[in-house]
């Protein structure tokens, strides 16, 4: 299995700013994933991040609105930009386990956007 | 389509007693669905996994079971206890690495 953690675990920022989100996973991965989970729904996939490559995007979501960095295969980071109340969510990176049906999320960070 | 349906959206049981979730899909060609349980807060934590050929599969107290023909799957939770309290999440993935996710059912268990 793979432990992954995630910084912060809250925030709560205003409107027109960004916010920078951490993932760490306790092993070398090769694809990473960030989910956006709105109140009340299930997780949405955002994008897809391979290390060494661009992330490829989901349909809706942009990456001038989500830029997300891997610079190595235990590391990503996703940045929410220029907030808006719409983007309150809490935040999940995952990854996929050795055995390709095996999927791990991190504990996921609650954005709030006022 | 590829879609993921849950039922019932939420549910409250008495602690001890037995409850059974439900997960119908469409998504094909089907690799495996898999049960999550996400508690406030938490990021999601896999119960089980069925591939095609896997009818049921526990862990404890929660038992899944697939039927690939009518493309539905259960999840039974058995004695309840408090803790159970959580969203469960039902997954299926589609050849490819592709993962669909359902609204999940939100589970309160009351003393």
């Known amino acids: 299995s793979a432990v992954i953690s995630q910084k912060p675990s809250r925030d709560i920022c205003q409107r027109g700013t960004s916010l920078t989100i951490q993932c760490q996973v306790d092993?070398?991965?090769?694809?990473m994933f960030w989910y956006r989970q709105q109140p009340g729904q299930s997780l949405t996939l955002i994008a897809t991040?391979?290390?060494?490559?661009?992330?490829?995007?989901e349909s809706g979501f942009v990456i001038d609105k989500f830029p997300i960095s891997r610079p190595n295969l235990t590391f990503s980071t996703l940045t929410v930009s220029n907030m808006s109340p719409e983007d309150s969510s809490i935040y999940l990176c995952?990854?996929?386990?050795?055995?390709?049906?095996?999927?791990?999320f991190g504990p996921g960070t609650r954005l709030t956007v006022t | 389509k590829n879609q993921v349906e849950q039922s019932p959206q939420s549910l409250i049981i008495l602690e001890g007693k037995n409850c059974t979730l439900q997960c119908n899909y469409t998504v094909s060609p089907f690799s495996n669905l898999r049960w999550y349980k996400q508690d406030t807060g938490r990021g999601p934590v896999s119960l089980t996994i069925m591939t095609f050929s896997e009818n049921t599969k526990s862990n404890g107290r929660y038992t899944a079971t697939l039927d690939a023909d009518t493309k539905q799957s259960s999840l039974h939770i058995t004695a309840s206890q408090l803790s159970d309290s959580a969203s469960y999440i039902c997954v299926v993935s589609r050849t490819g690495n592709q993962f669909y996710f359902g609204t999940g059912t939100s589970l309160t268990v009351i003393p």
């Open positions: 092993s070398q991965v090769t694809m």
């Open positions: 995952s990854v996929t386990g050795q055995a390709y049906h095996e999927q791990y």
């Open positions: 991040a391979n290390q060494g490559s661009e992330a490829t995007y």
